[in-house]
């Protein structure tokens, strides 16, 4: 009792005696709802993983997990709102790549920097994409489809849901891996889009595996490759872009939670903690999954080292092909 007195009293009067607020604010964490901002409206693909992963996260975290969808600039504002607001863990951004990493380099001037004004937490989740030709278009394969560019070149078209859109991107990285002259057509949104490709309106689209995969299945557009370093489940007979013959090819998006910078690193180990036991949990993958999404986890470095490699992949990319949004 005396010994244990004594380790106290030292603790309290010397500077690991500050760790006591500390381990106070991370045992009580959350005590109010949280809220988790999504750049895009309701009912998107974004929205839906995300509300799948806010009612999971309310069980693990004994507290309501919110989500307030706050459109505009391609994520900007959405950003610029939870890098304002208090870092004290109760209000997140559900961050997708594009929004985190890619629109740096797309907007002469956000105000803030994504990558060092918002504090990392955790990957949650992947949505691969696939490269998708026109049922019509004479090629069976991806290397088909480059002989075909080449012979002709400015003659065949890939369609988006917008320019600086992940699926303009992974086109533009298409175009720069394989020196083809394709053309870029963008519409308002991913839909539209596949209804051309559909149609037979615009040659290929290298559209999210979630919302190509019906289309390809029906028969009214061919699926030639998967955009990711590996096989999906979804589709195992698909190879890589680089099993096809494209070297260094990877594009796909990716949605993380981050907090304000400066949000006490406690409160973001709670936050991961939750993330990846949910993560490791069947029935929450097979929920993501039904929705188009792949579970996904990281440490809070990891997904940083992550946010600045997409930062300086599609930074280049932006570059190249001389890609503005303002």
């Known amino acids: 009792m005396i010994a244990r007195r004594h380790l106290l009293a030292a603790a309290a009067a010397t500077p690991l005696g500050l760790a006591r607020p500390t381990l106070l604010r991370a045992q009580t964490f959350p005590a109010r709802p949280i809220r988790v901002v999504v750049p895009f409206s309701a009912g998107g693909g974004t929205d839906v993983l995300t509300r799948i992963l806010a009612r999971g996260m309310t069980e693990k975290l004994g507290q309501q997990v919110v989500i307030e969808n706050r459109t505009g600039a391609g994520g900007n504002l959405a950003m610029e709102n939870v890098v304002r607001s208090p870092a004290d863990?109760?209000?997140?951004?559900?961050?997708?790549n594009g929004a985190v990493a890619v629109n740096r380099h797309l907007y002469r001037s956000m105000g803030f920097d994504p990558l060092t004004d918002l504090a990392p937490v955790s990957l949650a989740f992947r949505i691969e994409h696939l490269m998708a030709v026109s049922a019509g278009l004479q090629a069976q394969s991806v290397a088909e489809v480059v002989a075909l560019a080449k012979a002709e070149p400015g003659a065949l078209t890939f369609g988006s849901g917008g320019s600086g859109s992940m699926i303009h991107l992974a086109g533009e990285l298409f175009r720069i891996r394989t020196g083809v002259d394709i053309v870029h057509v963008p519409y308002r949104g991913g839909g539209p889009a596949m209804n051309d490709l559909v149609a037979g309106n615009i040659s290929m689209m290298f559209d999210s595996l979630p919302s190509a995969e019906p289309h390809v299945r029906g028969g009214r557009v061919r699926a030639l490759a998967v955009c990711g370093r590996q096989r999906h489940p979804l589709m195992p007979e698909l190879p890589t872009m680089e099993e096809a013959g494209v070297a260094n090819y990877s594009a796909g998006s990716t949605g993380g939670l981050f907090a304000p910078r400066g949000t006490p690193p406690e409160i973001v180990a709670r936050l991961n903690a939750a993330v990846t036991e949910l993560a490791a949990n069947?029935?929450?993958?097979?929920?993501?999954?039904r929705s188009g999404g792949d579970a996904a986890t990281s440490s809070p470095e990891e997904l940083a080292v992550m946010m600045r490699q997409e930062s300086e992949q599609w930074g280049q990319v932006v570059s190249a092909a001389a890609l503005t949004a303002n």
């Open 282 to 289: 069947d029935a929450f993958r097979e929920q993501l999954g």
């Open 89 to 96: 863990g109760y209000s997140l951004l559900m961050g997708t």
